[in-house]
């Protein structure tokens, strides 16, 4: 397999850019309305990548097979235009090349996701996008918006910083949503719960659920109650289901321990939270807490000063469906970045 070198570019690469956008553009089958990426210019390109910036991606280190041109008119979104494949190159990861590396951008730029425009009469286009977690936000006609809101991984030193998590967390959530949380014995989900329910201002002291299963805990003002299960000893959804939980599923939020695999299927979004105790430093600790790509998030690890990282605690927050697409989780839960960077990019495949 030749390699791939991925790049975030600047306006030099224009001439490049532009060459991949007509070669892929030009290939598509007539579209109505049509698109207007055929009318860019060397000039227009170059101004946009001047401003914002793009990908772009070469094979072989020379012949470019694959570009975009980077967005930053929506709040904390980072969007993606003209994402293009060479077609004599296409099914050989370009494209998954590409994006993973715009996601990464959004990342450091302190951004909280994702989102670009596809045509409805493209249906290999939509398929790809929605394979990688992205989902439809709204539609103009053919033209849909799809975003994805990115995951992120905090470090978290004692009970008070899971609480603190939990309350920031009570921020972003409300009635009808369902946070999936799933960690060893004493990983903190209860801890984290309690920091939640104090956000939302709930009745009564949150503790194990253990023994009662699932809890309800009523709002102290205008705000949703707190459902609070543990699928622990549940044998199945049969089991889930027979605590009745969509009599109070779309008012409250529903917090479900040892849910994965099992409580999902209770709405069509929800935030998975996985807490792991990770020993063995920090960067291995947080790479290890990375779902499937096993890249370390990019928090600061500036932020680990005061966690002991020869055992540290990690919550890996991950949205699913469309109420979550374009929520503002990164900026909500991490700290503020001091060094977030937009300088140049590479990556090798």
Known sequence: MRALHVSEVGPEAAADVLAVIGRAFGARPPLEPPSTALDETRESVADRLAAVGGVLV??????????????????????????????AHQGHGVASAMVGLAEDLAEERGLDGVWLTARAELPDNVTFWLRRDYVQIAADGSLLVLAKSLWVAVPVATATDMRALGTRLATLVRG???LVLTGGLGAGKTTLTQGIGTGLGVRG?????????????????????????DAYRLGGLDELDDLDL???LAEAVTVVEWGAGLAEGLADA???????????????????????????????????????????????????????ATARIRSTLLPPRADATTGHHDRQH
């Open 270 to 324: 929800w935030l998975e939270i996985r807490l792991d105790l990770l020993r063995g430093g920090g960067d291995r600790a947080l790479a290890a807490a990375g779902p499937e790509r096993g890249q370390p998030p990019q928090q600061p690890l500036a932020t680990l000063d005061r966690v002991d990282t020869a055992e540290v605690r990690v919550a890996s927050i991950r949205p699913y469906g469309p109420r979550w």
């Open 58 to 87: 070469r094979r072989d280190g020379d012949r470019p097979v694959g570009a975009l041109l980077l967005d930053t008119s929506r709040p904390g979104l980072l969007g993606l235009r003209r994402v293009s494949v060479d077609p």
């Open 205 to 229: 002291a949150i503790t194990s659920p253990t023994f009662v299963i699932a809890r309800e805990h009523g709002s102290t003002g205008d705000g949703p109650g707190l459902v609070h299960v």
């Open 246 to 248: 969509d009599s109070t």
């Open 176 to 178: 009808g949503d369902l």
